[in-house]
């Protein structure tokens, strides 16, 4: 490729990217070295003292344990789903693009939408679930409060699942639909089942999708905040806590006035720190030669 | 029937099964927010699962009227348009040369842009209103847009840098051959083979930036300038203090998602469909 | 039509003229307001015809309004660090305080209020958010917190208003008997569940306490009997079957909603939800509202108030700040509230300007208030790390049967200590 191509190809991004991104990132993250509020001048250099608070702040472990939950627990569901859809959705199934549409459908709807839908569903006495189990007789489960604290967390993950289970879906059928169909063909042929077409065709061939998709999950899971963050509704519930929705609640006011923009910012560096440590490791962990066909 | 069919009537029943269940829920949960929509608040929450008793349509004239929404609809629409070509222009070929291209650095710039990924863009409220307002370019739609654009371009660039990486060199390789010049291998070669890429790049786009508020709230303050989610946000903020509207919230909801949905499934026809065909061959 | 066209010249020539002596003059001014408000807010209709009056009656001074909603003072960092011209915002008291005030960016109104102005408060509201007698923050939405109730269906099921601790309890097993929950609650709101914890740690220790008990830096003001004492008597609502055994799990606003469904009586929460259920409950619903009761050997008085208030505050690099407090002066005067009262259907702090008639017994509650505290007894504005951080969600956790009022009194105690160690 000349060189001119690969300036001009590049250039008007990577402008972009570092003019408004990069740049007030940077601004940003010089922040996390001051107590500030982030309205005035008033500004106290604190060095790597956020850095320090922030180690021994047990709000933070908490919503680090949350964030590690959603990422591990939910996407073994996630992309365990994920596949499954996709493998029988490219099993030769009648009206594929309609079930398409239909998993991908919740994440085009306003979150507040799909929380307020999910706590009608668990909400005690006129909750869809709680009727269902009645309905089923199943009368100490239809009376548990699946949203009181101690079951919140996992109420929510089965929201954040299904929405998710959708938005990786696509991807991956997107993945496995660049692979030349012919190679199907010749598989069916030889009498392979779907499994081992899957299994021996579909995951390698789209290794590299995979991959993109995990660490995808991976930086969505670290940043993760609006899901949550509506569902816990106005006064979330520190069970519902995500690092990124601890740096929301300390460095804008969203609850209580606390405006610690220092704080928030440094909590804002860790989560950098996560993803960038994310997206090595996958990287890493799954390298594989490319496939070539 | 040979026993092997019935197994393969077995199986088939059960992918309909699990796959038309899912998509059932999905179906169930719009139906849903759409007879909510239709509903008094009232009996929103006295019986949350019944079909409204008389359908009310006032929940959308208020909707519409007092809160703009004709306007918003208008700037979400030329906004995430806008947007969402510019960053296909602009993350495309950079993909493109990320992924395909031979040169130093390569992969330093490739991580370089995909750590982007990794901050949380409340950070960037107070510094990126600082930018903009140097620039004067707060409180306009195009300053919205170009924000747009600079903060998708990581996740743009990384997922098509997989769909470009992942595509046969052979096909590459006979295109020079047959003597096409660097741009015409991208622009009839390898950019009709990444479609099926593209097009989900798209998709996700347009769905992240239909919804995204919280950038447009910091930088949007004239009221006639506001988007789509803007309104809805405000619909939510406004249940504290000024009543809780909740069927007024849903009616507005179905405003923006009816047209997401019909989007979406002329966009997922088109483009995917579309352009596999022509490319995949 | 001559005459009218020859009008409409000499209207046209008016305009102008008055656009040239408008140039001439110094005051001429555009105050630059940010507001909370949403524009469709009936608050914010309210607010644009106060200044449209002001404007008619000053018409050296104009506005313009940026309707920015609840995140105000988030985008007003934004425009602070760009030097864009702001000279009044307004915002939720607490916001405010912990915010813009406490980073001594609101202009010093002390000086610029007129005496009218002084006394045509409520008792206590213009003092409690001053800073050594120096008011920065202007209220005029005044909320209070108070058990709101179904005046019908306290009749229905034969129960009568408390005075004091005891009596609650004993309404609720009355409303009980008769087949309804006396109180509800919202789970996940923290902020709304410790109002039983502060009013009766007020109650028995006067208003403030919950501050000073936080403010002895060894942890020890937890240790106080009374600290206990509140926090078992909220525990002692649950024993008393004052809120259904599945009131855990409702996430807000469903909680709430069971008053408008006639299931519920009430619930302790600020004046605001009547106006949130307005929806719900039709304009024919008695609502009805009173005080946290008394306990028995209490210091603190049942007419003692907490509240949560809405106020302005002018920048201190504002370029008007003079005309922005002559605004403030306009906003508390009785033709401005009376039209905040109409159209933003509110409660107002000015005294004799009646209150819309579902929160009159908010009104009676202000008047009478013997002392103020904020929404929560004020910890949440002095020291909202804190709050948000142990008091809340630990207050939560035991409030709903997590923890024991034990193990509560001693995780404040502990983490008291700790946040003082490192705020030396």
Redesign the interface.
Same mark, same amino acid.
């Given at each position: 490729?000349?060189?001119r191509?690969?300036v001009? *190809?590049?250039a008007?991004?990577?402008g972009?990217?570092t003019?408004?991104?990069?740049?007030? $990132?940077i601004? $940003?993250?010089y922040l996390s070295l001051f107590q500030t509020s982030?309205f005035g001048d008033q500004t106290v250099w604190l060095g790597l003292g956020n850095y320090v608070k922030l180690w021994s702040d047990t709000v933070f472990w908490r919503s680090l344990y949350n964030m590690a939950i959603i990422m591990f627990v939910g996407g073994v569901f996630i992309f365990g789903l994920a596949f499954? *859809?996709t493998m029988?959705?490219n099993?030769g199934?009648w009206g594929k693009?309609?079930?398409?549409?239909?998993?991908?459908?919740?994440?085009?709807?306003?979150?507040?939408?799909?929380t307020?839908?999910w706590s009608?569903v668990f909400?005690p006495r006129?909750? /869809?679930l709680t009727?269902f189990l009645k309905e089923l007789g199943l009368a100490s489960l239809a009376t548990t409060a699946w949203t009181a604290p101690q079951n919140v967390f996992f109420s929510m993950l089965v929201g954040l699942v299904?929405i998710s289970?959708?938005?990786f879906t696509?991807?991956i059928l997107?993945?496995a %639909?660049?692979i030349?169909?012919d190679m199907f063909e010749a598989a069916r042929l030889e009498g392979a089942s779907n499994l081992q077409i899957f299994t021996q065709i579909t995951i390698p061939?789209?290794? %590299?999708?995979i991959?993109?998709t995990l660490?995808?999950w991976a930086?969505q899971a670290?940043?993760m905040?609006e899901f949550p963050y509506a569902f816990g509704g106005?006064n979330i519930d520190q069970n519902l806590y995500t690092p990124?929705i601890y /740096?929301?609640i300390m460095?804008?006011g969203q609850r209580e006035p606390v405006y610690a923009?220092g704080y928030?910012?440094a909590i804002?560096v860790v989560?950098?720190?996560?993803?960038?440590l994310a997206?090595v490791a996958i990287r890493i962990l799954l390298r594989r030669d490319?496939?070539?066909? | 029937m040979r026993s092997s069919q019935i197994v393969s009537f077995l199986k088939r029943s059960a992918?309909?099964l699990?796959?038309?269940f899912?998509?059932?829920? !999905?179906?169930f949960?719009?139906l849903?927010?759409i007879l909510a929509s239709l509903k008094?608040? #009232?009996d929103l929450?006295?019986?949350?699962?019944s079909l409204p008793d008389n359908p009310v349509f006032g929940n959308y004239v208020k909707t519409w009227i007092?809160? #703009?929404f004709g306007d918003y609809f208008l700037n979400s629409f030329i906004v995430v348009n806008v947007s969402v070509v510019s960053i296909l222009? =602009?993350?495309v070929?950079?993909a493109? =040369?990320?992924s #395909?291209?031979?040169?130093r650095g390569q992969r330093a710039?490739s991580?370089f842009?995909? !750590?982007?990924?990794?901050?949380?863009f409340?950070?960037?409220?107070?510094?990126?209103? =600082?930018?903009m307002?140097?620039l004067r370019l707060?409180d306009t739609l195009t300053g919205l847009t170009?924000?747009y654009?600079?903060?998708s371009?990581?996740?743009t660039?990384?997922?098509l840098e997989?769909?470009f990486?992942?595509?046969?060199?052979?096909l590459e390789s006979a295109a020079i051959m047959d003597g096409c010049t +660097?741009?015409e291998v991208f622009r009839w070669v390898m950019l009709p083979?990444?479609a099926?890429?593209i097009?989900?790049v798209a998709?996700?786009n347009f769905?992240g930036l239909?919804?995204e508020y919280q950038l447009s709230?910091?930088l949007i303050?004239?009221?006639e300038k506001r988007t789509l989610?803007l309104g809805?946000? !405000?619909l939510?903020?406004?249940?504290?203090? !000024?009543?809780? +509207?909740?069927?007024?919230?849903?009616a507005g909801?179905t405003i =923006?998602?009816v047209p997401?949905?019909a989007l979406?499934?002329a966009l997922?026809?088109k483009m995917?469909?579309g352009i596999?065909m022509g490319g995949?061959k | 039509m001559p005459q009218k066209s020859s009008r409409s010249r000499l209207a046209a020539l008016a305009v102008c003229a008055g656009a040239v002596v408008g140039a001439n003059q110094v005051h001429a001014s555009e105050l630059v307001f940010w507001s909370v408000w949403?524009?469709?807010?009936?608050?914010a209709v309210a607010l644009r015809k106060i200044m449209s009056a002001y404007s008619q009656k000053h018409p050296e001074t104009s506005f313009k309004v940026? &309707?920015?909603?609840?995140?105000n003072q988030?985008?007003l960092?934004?425009?602070l660090?760009?030097?864009?011209p702001v000279d009044l915002m307004d915002a939720d008291a607490d916001q405010l305080a912990g915010g813009l005030q406490m980073d001594g960016l609101g202009y010093d109104l002390t000086g610029e209020l007129t005496g009218e102005t002084k006394s045509a408060f409520l008792p206590g509201v213009l003092d409690l958010y001053a800073v050594k007698g120096h008011y920065i923050q202007f209220p005029y939405i005044y909320n209070t917190v108070n058990f709101w109730y179904n005046k019908d269906l306290l009749k229905k099921v034969g129960g009568s208003v408390p005075a004091t601790f005891d009596e609650l309890l004993s309404l609720c097993r009355t409303t009980r008997k008769a087949g309804k929950d006396a109180l509800v609650i919202e789970g996940n709101v923290g902020f709304y569940n410790v109002l039983y914890f502060s009013n009766y740690l007020e109650r028995l220790k006067g208003s403030g306490a919950v501050v000073k008990a936080f403010e002895d830096k060894s942890g020890a003001g937890w240790s106080d009997p009374a600290v206990l004492a509140a926090a078992k008597a909220s525990r002692a609502v649950w024993d008393a079957g004052c809120i259904a055994a599945d009131a855990p799990g409702f996430q807000y606003?469903?909680g709430q909603?069971t008053i408008?469904?006639g299931d519920t009586l009430g619930e302790l929460v600020a004046s &605001?939800l009547p106006?949130?259920?307005?929806?719900?409950?039709?304009k024919d619903f008695s609502w009805g509202a009173f005080n946290f009761p008394a306990v028995a050997d209490g210091k603190g008085k049942a007419t003692d108030l907490e509240v949560g208030l809405?106020s302005f505050m002018v920048l201190k690099n504002s370029a008007h700040p003079k005309e922005a407090a002559s605004f403030l002066n306009d906003v508390i005067g009785e033709d401005s509230q009376k039209i905040l009262v109409a159209e933003g259907?509110?409660g107002v702090p000015r005294r004799g300007v009646a209150w819309p008639a579902a929160l009159a017994d908010g009104q009676t509650a202000a008047a009478n208030a013997t002392a103020l505290s904020p929404f929560g007894g004020g910890l949440t504005t002095a020291y909202p790390e804190f709050t948000s951080n142990v008091l809340h969600p630990e207050f939560n956790k035991m409030f709903l049967g997590k923890t024991t009022p034990e193990e509560f009194v001693s995780t404040l105690v502990a983490k008291t200590k700790e946040y003082w160690d490192s705020h030396k």
């Amino acid at each position: 490729m000349r060189r001119r191509m690969i300036v001009a *190809f590049l250039a008007p991004a990577v402008g972009l990217y570092t003019v408004f991104l990069v740049a007030p $990132a940077i601004q $940003a993250f010089y922040l996390s070295l001051f107590q500030t509020s982030g309205f005035g001048d008033q500004t106290v250099w604190l060095g790597l003292g956020n850095y320090v608070k922030l180690w021994s702040d047990t709000v933070f472990w908490r919503s680090l344990y949350n964030m590690a939950i959603i990422m591990f627990v939910g996407g073994v569901f996630i992309f365990g789903l994920a596949f499954v *859809f996709t493998m029988l959705l490219n099993s030769g199934m009648w009206g594929k693009k309609l079930f398409r549409a239909l998993i991908f459908m919740p994440n085009i709807i306003a979150v507040v939408a799909i929380t307020t839908f999910w706590s009608f569903v668990f909400m005690p006495r006129y909750g /869809l679930l709680t009727s269902f189990l009645k309905e089923l007789g199943l009368a100490s489960l239809a009376t548990t409060a699946w949203t009181a604290p101690q079951n919140v967390f996992f109420s929510m993950l089965v929201g954040l699942v299904w929405i998710s289970t959708g938005f990786f879906t696509i991807l991956i059928l997107a993945g496995a %639909d660049k692979i030349p169909t012919d190679m199907f063909e010749a598989a069916r042929l030889e009498g392979a089942s779907n499994l081992q077409i899957f299994t021996q065709i579909t995951i390698p061939m789209m290794w %590299d999708v995979i991959i993109i998709t995990l660490v995808l999950w991976a930086t969505q899971a670290i940043k993760m905040v609006e899901f949550p963050y509506a569902f816990g509704g106005p006064n979330i519930d520190q069970n519902l806590y995500t690092p990124g929705i601890y /740096l929301y609640i300390m460095g804008f006011g969203q609850r209580e006035p606390v405006y610690a923009l220092g704080y928030a910012t440094a909590i804002g560096v860790v989560l950098f720190v996560l993803t960038v440590l994310a997206i090595v490791a996958i990287r890493i962990l799954l390298r594989r030669d490319r496939v070539e066909f | 029937m040979r026993s092997s069919q019935i197994v393969s009537f077995l199986k088939r029943s059960a992918s309909y099964l699990v796959v038309g269940f899912w998509s059932i829920f !999905s179906v169930f949960f719009v139906l849903w927010i759409i007879l909510a929509s239709l509903k008094k608040t #009232r009996d929103l929450f006295g019986s949350p699962w019944s079909l409204p008793d008389n359908p009310v349509f006032g929940n959308y004239v208020k909707t519409w009227i007092s809160n #703009r929404f004709g306007d918003y609809f208008l700037n979400s629409f030329i906004v995430v348009n806008v947007s969402v070509v510019s960053i296909l222009l =602009v993350s495309v070929p950079a993909a493109y =040369v990320l992924s #395909r291209g031979n040169f130093r650095g390569q992969r330093a710039l490739s991580n370089f842009i995909a !750590s982007g990924m990794g901050v949380p863009f409340p950070l960037l409220f107070v510094p990126l209103f =600082v930018i903009m307002a140097t620039l004067r370019l707060i409180d306009t739609l195009t300053g919205l847009t170009i924000v747009y654009v600079a903060l998708s371009i990581p996740f743009t660039i990384y997922v098509l840098e997989g769909f470009f990486s992942s595509l046969p060199s052979e096909l590459e390789s006979a295109a020079i051959m047959d003597g096409c010049t +660097d741009f015409e291998v991208f622009r009839w070669v390898m950019l009709p083979l990444a479609a099926p890429g593209i097009a989900t790049v798209a998709i996700l786009n347009f769905i992240g930036l239909w919804n995204e508020y919280q950038l447009s709230l910091v930088l949007i303050n004239s009221p006639e300038k506001r988007t789509l989610s803007l309104g809805i946000y !405000s619909l939510i903020t406004s249940m504290q203090y !000024s009543g809780g +509207d909740w069927a007024g919230l849903f009616a507005g909801v179905t405003i =923006v998602m009816v047209p997401t949905i019909a989007l979406f499934i002329a966009l997922s026809e088109k483009m995917i469909s579309g352009i596999t065909m022509g490319g995949v061959k | 039509m001559p005459q009218k066209s020859s009008r409409s010249r000499l209207a046209a020539l008016a305009v102008c003229a008055g656009a040239v002596v408008g140039a001439n003059q110094v005051h001429a001014s555009e105050l630059v307001f940010w507001s909370v408000w949403n524009e469709p807010e009936p608050q914010a209709v309210a607010l644009r015809k106060i200044m449209s009056a002001y404007s008619q009656k000053h018409p050296e001074t104009s506005f313009k309004v940026v &309707w920015n909603g609840r995140q105000n003072q988030t985008k007003l960092r934004g425009a602070l660090q760009a030097g864009i011209p702001v000279d009044l915002m307004d915002a939720d008291a607490d916001q405010l305080a912990g915010g813009l005030q406490m980073d001594g960016l609101g202009y010093d109104l002390t000086g610029e209020l007129t005496g009218e102005t002084k006394s045509a408060f409520l008792p206590g509201v213009l003092d409690l958010y001053a800073v050594k007698g120096h008011y920065i923050q202007f209220p005029y939405i005044y909320n209070t917190v108070n058990f709101w109730y179904n005046k019908d269906l306290l009749k229905k099921v034969g129960g009568s208003v408390p005075a004091t601790f005891d009596e609650l309890l004993s309404l609720c097993r009355t409303t009980r008997k008769a087949g309804k929950d006396a109180l509800v609650i919202e789970g996940n709101v923290g902020f709304y569940n410790v109002l039983y914890f502060s009013n009766y740690l007020e109650r028995l220790k006067g208003s403030g306490a919950v501050v000073k008990a936080f403010e002895d830096k060894s942890g020890a003001g937890w240790s106080d009997p009374a600290v206990l004492a509140a926090a078992k008597a909220s525990r002692a609502v649950w024993d008393a079957g004052c809120i259904a055994a599945d009131a855990p799990g409702f996430q807000y606003p469903a909680g709430q909603q069971t008053i408008a469904q006639g299931d519920t009586l009430g619930e302790l929460v600020a004046s &605001w939800l009547p106006t949130e259920l307005s929806e719900s409950t039709g304009k024919d619903f008695s609502w009805g509202a009173f005080n946290f009761p008394a306990v028995a050997d209490g210091k603190g008085k049942a007419t003692d108030l907490e509240v949560g208030l809405l106020s302005f505050m002018v920048l201190k690099n504002s370029a008007h700040p003079k005309e922005a407090a002559s605004f403030l002066n306009d906003v508390i005067g009785e033709d401005s509230q009376k039209i905040l009262v109409a159209e933003g259907g509110v409660g107002v702090p000015r005294r004799g300007v009646a209150w819309p008639a579902a929160l009159a017994d908010g009104q009676t509650a202000a008047a009478n208030a013997t002392a103020l505290s904020p929404f929560g007894g004020g910890l949440t504005t002095a020291y909202p790390e804190f709050t948000s951080n142990v008091l809340h969600p630990e207050f939560n956790k035991m409030f709903l049967g997590k923890t024991t009022p034990e193990e509560f009194v001693s995780t404040l105690v502990a983490k008291t200590k700790e946040y003082w160690d490192s705020h030396k």
